[in-house]
């Protein structure tokens, strides 16, 4: 018999890559993954629960965009849904409203705008909306700010209580920037105009540029390491300087832009954007970089259903990228379907991962949000049930959207193993698993696939590993005398020995976690013989 030869499979940092065909998948990369995450360090988990932060469903109707994070008096998250502006700090949302039953009305395309000014929050409701408005958490209404122009300040003379109509607004160099603009009763889609210094309600009527160039209408504006970037549908402009005396605009790109604010997210040091058709881009301050290369047959090869119009959604939330889409080979989806999360600090040049909840639907409009306690919380908006969602909850195994804790699917496909050479056969042993422990008993499904065939239904054997409940032990100051023991619960692995692969030329194995159970695996060993060659 020949000598059996082991290869081992540690590093699972490539993350999903559906543009490589099985000949040049990279060793650690997957070609279909759902619900499962990628350990810096190697090894793959299933993710952490979605479950609400509201309890109560947001009342009206429910045509979500966007939430933000305002740190007032009170800590507050606002949402940004169909033509109203809504609050929480914490539990139950509600509308914000500028008088007793007159709730902001927003005319703006994405949802209403918000800048924070110091503890006051600035909103902008469209450039044919009514006003603008200010407010504080200690004030039980917003505050109408009167339209700029045909009104306008000199700077020797600030009164305060004013803002143009916007689309967009947004703070940088201690002044306040707006987009998209309606004055004395003329639309200008292509203006940005900007405030007195420090002075965020007076405007002159002189401070402003046209940006021209990349279609008509500023669709998003961001601020990146000092510039204020702004996004038309098919350019992206800088706005560089510090004063009106030398502000000056600088064309970034003529190939790329975005439809949407909400097809935006800012990081620590750039923002990440979605162009159409091209995909999701970073701009770093310098240069842009191109980071959908090994999600871009899902535009490619046209599986986004066309009943699911844009924007797509692209949130900056954990550190990670979370990209919404309708994903639908059926074309029939009419909502995003799926999360594509870009983690960048994953491998050389970062790793993708694939979501879902388990209603099958990707959330949008996603925030960090610190509340007024100090507790930490990565929040999600679910685009078809009112609800807002807490995420990457790992002490939690179900999802809970509408009241009920369920569970969602998650499996890992791995690539193909072929001991280097396709054109020989080999006898695949069985292969040793080093399962991540856990604390009650469950199954994973191994499905074992042949010879480069994996469609579904073509697995030639499958079989399913035990993994048994670890060693547990009482927590220091939460256990019972009489009832607990002392220690911590064990983390580590399990090594299961799965079945006989069987004779082929390339395997694949495909693993399927069980619903409502985490679990995860760090390590792979495959062992097989090679058989004789023929000509």
Do not use: C
């Amino acid at each position: 018999m020949s000598q059996i030869i082991l290869e081992r499979y540690d590093d699972f940092t490539g993350g999903l890559n559906l543009r490589a065909d099985q000949f040049q998948l990279a060793r650690n990369e997957s070609p279909d993954m759902l619900n499962v995450e990628i350990d810096p360090r190697g090894g793959v988990f299933s993710r952490g629960a979605m479950q609400r932060l509201n309890t109560t469903a947001v009342a009206g109707t429910w045509a979500p965009n966007k939430l933000h994070p305002f740190y007032g008096d009170t800590s507050t998250v606002m949402l940004a849904n169909s033509t109203k502006v809504y609050r929480s700090t914490g539990n139950a949302f509600t509308t914000l409203a500028f008088s007793s039953g007159n709730d902001i009305a927003t005319a703006n395309a994405d949802g209403a705008s918000f800048a924070n000014w110091g503890n006051t929050l600035y909103i902008s409701t469209g450039a044919t909306g009514t006003a603008g408005y200010k407010w504080t958490t200690g004030s039980t209404y917003a505050t109408a700010l009167t339209a700029s122009g045909p009104t306008w300040q000199a700077l020797v003379s600030p009164v305060g209580g004013f803002m143009p109509k916007a689309e967009h607004n947004i703070v940088h160099a201690n002044k306040m920037f707006v987009a998209n603009t309606k004055e004395n009763g003329v639309a200008y889609p292509d203006r940005v105009r900007w405030s007195h210094e420090g002075l965020p309600e007076d405007w002159l009527e002189d401070d402003y540029i046209d940006v021209k160039g990349g279609g008509s209408g500023v669709n998003a504006l961001a601020v990146v390491q000092g510039q204020l970037v702004i996004f038309k549908t098919n350019a992206i402009y800088l706005l560089v300087g510090t004063e009106t005396a030398n502000f000056s605009v600088v064309e970034l790109t003529s190939h790329l832009g975005t439809s949407s604010r909400n097809s935006i997210a800012v990081a620590e040091q750039g923002v990440f954007f979605y162009s159409t058709p091209e995909g999701l881009f970073y701009y770093n301050g310098s240069s842009v970089e191109d980071i959908y290369a090994p999600i871009r047959p899902v535009v490619l090869d046209k599986k986004l259903s066309t009943l699911s119009t844009e924007p797509f959604s692209v949130s900056y939330v954990g550190r990670r990228v979370w990209l919404a889409l309708p994903y639908d080979e059926e074309n029939a989806a009419t909502a995003p379907t799926a999360n594509f999360v870009f983690d960048p600090t994953i491998g050389a040049k970062g790793s993708y991962m694939q979501f879902a909840t388990h209603d099958s639907k990707g959330v949008i409009g996603g925030i960090d949000w610190t509340d007024s306690n100090n507790d930490n919380y990565r929040l999600f908006i679910h685009p078809t049930q009112a609800y807002v969602l807490k995420v990457d909850l790992y002490d939690e195994e179900k999802d809970n959207i509408t009241g009920t804790a369920t569970g969602f699917i998650s499996y890992y496909r791995t690539g193909w193993v072929d001991g280097k050479t396709y054109a020989q056969k080999k006898m695949f042993r069985r292969p040793d698993i080093a399962f991540k422990q856990v604390d009650t008993a469950r199954l994973v499904n191994v499905k074992v696939f042949h010879n480069y065939e994996e469609s579904s239904g073509s697995e030639r054997k499958q079989f399913d590993a035990s993994l048994g409940a670890s060693s547990s032990g009482m927590l220091w100051g939460s256990g019972n005398w009489g009832s607990g023991l002392w220690g911590k619960k064990s983390i580590g692995v399990q090594v299961i020995n799965g079945s006989t692969l069987g004779l082929a030329r390339s395997i694949q194995l495909l693993f399927t976690g069980p619903v409502g159970n985490d679990w995860g695996f760090d390590s792979i060993a495959y062992k097989y013989n090679n058989r004789k060659l023929t000509g």
